[in-house]
């Protein structure tokens, strides 16, 4: 499978021009980065599980009919996704106070949120994403109200299926954050999916019975072995085998 030229580095992925038009095939590093950039690390290994998580996740998405970029893994670091015009928003599904939202609200971290509540960033590196209102988002035209309505159903949707999902591999689904991409088919009309990625970068997980963190605050708060838990997390999934991420375990 050949890929064309690079189009975009992110801080975890690169993007290349896929085979065929309305096609990209997205790399999976093994850079971590926290706080906007600031913290910086390589992970041996992260990319390589984070490809599988999330094609392990966005096959099942689709499998229940939430459309998502997702097409199909290449190799241990890459697959191949459509194309989209991505919506410069992170939307963040709670179920649970930590992070961002237990700071900014004063709530203890850990405590059980009255309901999943979905919050909407702005994606700007620049202003480290600054939270922002419906208000902001139509007015700037960075989406219109239905596609607020139809990220809001999609994204509770996504949150019931993977809460069931990870509390039946023994893991509390905490929060996450989502991306969409604008596609037009045939008849020109845009619709949005899912796009980037589901990985232990985008979510936070941690233990059902120990509340152990095994997702990327390990890396955020220095509590080590990092690719460990992400390992873990992808082995009560189901997905990969005891010996974990090494790239010589799995043929492509
Ligand atoms: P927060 O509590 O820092 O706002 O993060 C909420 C969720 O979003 C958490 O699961 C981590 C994820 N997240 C990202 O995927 N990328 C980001 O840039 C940030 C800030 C959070």
């Known amino acids: 499978m050949s890929r064309g030229k690079k189009l975009y580095e992110g801080k975890a ?8 038009p309305g096609t990209l095939v997205a790399h999976f590093k093994d850079d971590a980065t926290a706080f906007n950039n ?14 599988r998580i999330s094609e392990f996740i966005m096959t099942q998405l689709n499998s229940i009919g939430v459309p998502t970029h997702f097409i199909r893994r290449l190799n241990m670091r890459e697959q191949l996704v459509r194309e989209v015009e991505i919506v410069p928003l992170e939307v963040v599904v709670r179920n649970v ?30 202003l480290e994403d600054p939270m922002v209102s419906e208000e902001h988002i139509t007015a700037f035209n960075w989406a219109t109200t239905q596609d607020i309505d139809d990220m809001l159903a999609m994204s509770l949707r996504v949150n019931d299926f993977m809460s069931g999902l990870f509390a039946g591999a023994g893991i509390r689904l905490v929060d996450f954050k989502l991306e969409y991409g604008r596609v037009y088919d045939q008849n020109d ?11 232990p970068d985008s979510c936070r997980l941690w233990d059902i ?19 460990e838990a992400y ?11 005891e010996n974990g991420p090494s790239e010589a375990n799995e043929a492509k």
Not at 189 to 198: S, T
């Open 13 to 20: 992925k690169i993007l290349y021009e896929g085979p065929e």
């Open 97 to 126: 106070a930590a992070g961002s939202i237990a700071k900014r609200l004063g709530l203890e971290e850990g405590e059980a949120l009255p309901r999943s509540i979905v919050e909407f960033y702005y994606k700007n590196d620049a």
């Open 189 to 199: 009309m845009p619709r949005l999916i899912l796009a980037d990625e589901i990985s």
């Open 38 to 51: 600031k913290k910086r690390a390589t992970l041996e290994g992260k990319g390589v599980l984070n490809n």
């Open 231 to 241: 390992a873990e997390v992808a082995r009560r999934l189901g997905i990969m085998k």
């Open 209 to 227: 019975e120990t509340n152990e963190k095994m997702d990327k605050d390990r890396f955020r708060r220095d509590l080590g072995n990092v690719t």
